[in-house]
């Protein structure tokens, strides 16, 4: 059973660093890997998506890696911003054939100190 | 593009009464859509399947006779909670997956969430 896991829980830095966000998953036979934003009370924003066979994505001052063979995944965010505090979720999808079903990880908080 | 919506957005209902959330996708049209819940502090649970015309595939532990879900176009599916009692308060979020060719096939898109609130 897939199991994703996210470190740190939580994390306060003030605003303008960068700062990296860890995901790991048990079962490296994945076909994709997903980072979301999640702010209070709201539904799931998508941030990137990596197919198993990239290594990194790249949208404005956000960075995705994908390490498949270690179960590894970061989320890099440059110059951070307050407006950049929310929970961040990173979610695999199996490789099988026809399985789309998304595994969530624990989540990490992310808050921005102006 | 690539737009799912529910509603409604917060419910708040008595101990024993059903309540029906709507999951739709507004510019694509989506064979598969899924259902989740999500406690505070915590993270997505799948609770289940749908196929458009088909019935849902439950995952381990989840009531299908409690969460009836019905697919019956390409653009909208149903979750019914029934019954519904103070320990199914929670933040259901429902994702729809575009069936067709495109830049968004096989992607999932997820909706803005429902809180259920059972008193």
């Known amino acids: 059973k897939q199991e994703v896991t996210q470190i740190p829980a939580a994390l306060s830095v003030p605003e303008g660093e960068n700062l990296v966000l860890n995901c790991s998953f048990t079962?490296?036979?994945?076909?994709?890997l997903q980072w979301f934003r999640q702010d209070p009370g709201k539904g799931l924003t998508s941030l990137l998506l990596i197919q198993s066979s990239q290594r990194e994505q790249t949208s404005g001052r956000l960075n995705a890696s994908l390490d498949k063979s270690s179960g590894r995944s970061t989320l890099y965010i440059a110059a951070s911003q307050p407006g950049d505090s929310a929970t961040y979720l990173c979610a695999v999808r199996p490789e099988d054939f026809g399985n789309e079903k998304l595994t969530f990880g624990t989540g990490t908080r992310l808050t921005i100190i102006p | 593009g690539a737009v799912v919506s529910q509603h409604p957005s917060w419910v708040i209902c008595k101990s024993g009464t059903s309540v029906k959330i709507e999951c739709r996708s507004l510019?694509?049209?989506?064979?598969?859509m899924f259902w989740y819940r999500q406690f505070p502090k915590q993270s997505l649970m799948l609770m289940a399947t749908s196929n458009e015309g088909s019935k849902a595939t439950y995952e381990q532990g989840v009531e299908k006779d409690k969460f009836l879900i019905n697919h019956a176009s390409l653009t909208l599916s149903t979750l019914t909670v029934t019954s519904a009692h103070p320990e199914d308060s929670s933040f259901y979020i429902c994702s729809a997956m575009a069936g067709t060719s495109g830049d968004h096939y096989n992607e999932q898109f997820f909706g803005p969430g429902t809180r259920l609130t059972v008193l």
């Open positions: 510019d694509f049209q989506a064979t598969t």
């Open positions: 079962d490296s036979a994945i076909y994709n």
